[in-house]
């Protein structure tokens, strides 16, 4: 069974960092798959970040992303990372990874492209 359990959010200060992990189980990490980050704002969309290969740790971000947000693959540890950095207010969101097998390629950031996710963890930024 494929799990994905989310963890390192927080209340942090606006200009502060966190590092998010998804830590994954029912698949190791010389398989296809591709590990996504998304999150949802309140009365908002779930909005797409970025995710990585497991193939070759090729990435993809969201222009929202860019600049800020670094993705990394820890393969012994079968665990997904989202730094976060110079946070701002409107970053505050539940921040959700998401996982797709088969594909060796970065995919689109949409929820549709991927099957399997987790539980959320809650990130709040105070200005």
Excluded: H, M
Excluded at 49 to 72: E, H, M, P, V, W
């Amino acid at each position: 069974e494929v799990q994905l359990v989310e963890s390192g959010g927080g209340l942090v200060q606006a200009g502060g960092s966190l590092r998010l992990s998804c830590l994954v189980s029912g698949f190791t990490f010389d398989e296809a798959w591709v590990i996504g980050w998304f999150r949802q704002a309140p009365g908002k969309g779930r909005e797409g970040l970025s995710c990585i290969t497991t193939y070759d740790g090729s990435t993809n971000y969201a222009d929202s992303a860019k600049g800020r947000f670094t993705i990394s693959i820890d393969n012994n540890k079968n665990t997904v990372f989202l730094q976060l950095d110079s946070l701002k207010p409107e970053d505050t969101a539940v921040y959700y990874c998401a996982a797709t097998f088969g594909t060796q390629q970065v995919v689109e950031l949409s929820e549709v492209e991927f099957d399997y996710w987790g539980q959320g963890t809650l990130v709040t930024v105070s200005s």
